[in-house]
């Protein structure tokens, strides 16, 4: 088992480009969940999905959108990074219900 | 909305015992949550506690949960080198059971040898 996988580890962007986060879980979840971490503020939740075909927004969503591709995988797109989304966005699943979420290893996003 | 809040640094000798607080204002989470992340790495949980339970000790780690002060903590025993890692404590800010999580800040934990 993987676990929870995210690509890419690193990326670059300049102000304006757009760009999608992949992340996909191989523990059969039914909940998965994208978060950013930012110095000094913990992880704030962008996006969860409670089961494959519902999304619903977190705590910070605008400038994001996400697919529930199918159980396994959950994507997050940037339409139009701008500086502020520079950040660590870490994917997560759990069984659902308040069960225990699983991380993965984070993507490092630097938008100049 | 619920607010939870972890002092930003702690730093300890090898071999005494570190103390982690976290405090909540609201909080209708079924567990509340320890998670360790290393660094560049993914968090990883740690130990959870029942919301209706006091205590729970788990080898090194006791979490002590005092809800009438809304005031959870997390104790570790002889803490080692391989400790030194960033503690977030997470619970659920209602009682809707969709697993989102709020965290704290995240407390750096430095093990001087």
């Known amino acids: 088992n993987a676990g929870v996988t995210q690509t890419p580890k690193f990326q670059v962007l300049k102000t304006g480009q757009s760009m999608t986060l992949q992340c996909a879980q191989d523990?059969?979840?039914?909940?998965m969940y994208w978060y950013r971490q930012d110095p000094g503020m913990g992880l704030r939740l962008i996006y969860y999905s409670a089961s494959e075909g519902t999304t619903d927004k977190g705590e910070v969503p605008n400038g994001y959108n996400v697919s529930r591709l199918n159980k396994r995988e959950f994507s997050l797109r940037l339409e139009s990074a701008a500086p502020s989304q520079t950040s660590v966005y870490f994917c997560?699943?759990?069984?659902?219900?308040?069960?225990?979420?699983?991380f993965g290893p984070g993507t490092r996003l630097l938008v100049l | 909305g619920e607010d939870v809040e972890q002092s930003l640094f702690l730093s300890v000798r090898e071999g005494d015992s570190s103390v982690i607080n976290c405090t909540y204002t609201d909080s209708s989470s079924t567990y509340l949550y320890w998670y360790k992340q290393e660094p560049g790495a993914g968090l990883q949980l740690l130990t959870y506690?029942?919301?209706?339970?006091d205590m729970k000790q788990d080898q090194r780690l006791t979490v002590l949960l005092n809800k009438k002060d809304k005031h959870l903590s997390l104790r570790i025993a002889d803490t080692q080198t391989g400790d030194s890692a960033i503690y977030f404590c997470?619970?659920?800010?209602?009682?809707?059971?969709?697993?989102?999580?709020?965290f704290g800040q995240g407390t750096t934990l430095q093990v001087k040898p």
């Open positions: 506690i029942f919301s209706n339970m």
């Open positions: 997560a699943s759990s069984p659902g219900g308040g069960e225990t979420q699983y």
């Open positions: 523990m059969n979840h039914n909940s």
């Open positions: 997470a619970m659920e800010p209602d009682s809707s059971n969709t697993g989102k999580l709020i």
